[in-house]
Structure formats: structure tokens, C-alpha cells
């Protein structure tokens, strides 16, 4: 059973940072492409960030192009989002994706997470 578990969402000015943490369970993490998705009401679930399995690979969706870096640390079976120049549009609820997918192409594709966390808030106010 893969289990997600986000942390580091909070509420942050306009113009701030936060770094969003998801630690997976189990010990095949490497095994894993890993990603972020959002959620605004009333919106779908969109496609933030996502990191191919060995970390060599990633893909922002344009909007956080520049302000956004995903990472991953292996040894600690951990995924991050690193978010900087936040602004309002950016609040959302997110989550943590993991899949076994091995290739890198289609790491922005929903379809291709088996896996979800529970989300974690993020509020940017103006």
C-alpha cells in the first residue's frame, strides 16, 4: 500500500515562499515518478509539477514556470514543492501524485497517478 502524506501548506502573503514536503511510505521510492496537482473550487484538478524517477526529468505546468521547483530526495523517500513569488491565484489545495510510470514524457498527464495524497492547503493573500 503506497500512502502520501503533504505537509507545509499554510496561509502567506502575496510575493512570499513555502515549501510543500510529501513523504511516501514504503521502500521502492525511487520506483516512483512523482508530482503535484491543485485544486481551486469550483476547478478541476489541474497539473502543478512533476519529477521522473531518477530526478532527471522535470515538468511545470506554465503558469509556475520560473517560480516553482519540484525535487526529490530519494534517501528520504521525500518529494518537494518549492514555491516562490506566490501570488493569489496560486491558493489552492494540493496534492501529492506518485505513479510507476518509468518514461518522462507524459509526467503532466492525471491519468497516470494511481496514487494521491490527502492535500494540503495553500491560501496567498493580496
Do not use: H
Request: charged share 20%; glycine share 12%.
Amino acid at each position: 500500500q503506497v500512502q502520501l502524506v503533504e505537509s507545509g501548506g499554510g496561509l502567506v502573503q502575496a510575493g512570499g515562499s513555502l515549501r510543500l514536503s510529501c513523504e511516501r511510505s514504503g521502500r521502492t521510492f525511487s520506483s516512483y515518478a512523482m508530482g503535484w496537482f491543485r485544486q481551486s473550487p469550483g476547478k478541476e484538478r489541474d497539473f502543478v509539477a512533476a519529477i521522473s524517477r531518477s530526478g532527471g526529468t522535470t515538468s511545470y505546468t506554465d503558469s509556475v514556470k520560473g517560480r516553482f521547483t519540484i525535487s526529490r530526495d530519494n534517501a528520504k523517500n521525500t518529494v518537494y514543492l518549492e514555491m516562490n513569488s506566490l501570488k493569489p491565484e496560486d491558493t489552492a489545495v494540493y496534492y501529492c501524485v506518485a505513479s510507476g510510470y518509468s518514461g518522462t514524457i507524459y509526467l503532466s498527464q492525471r491519468d497516470l497517478y494511481k496514487y494521491w495524497g490527502q492535500g494540503t492547503q495553500v491560501t496567498v493573500s493580496s
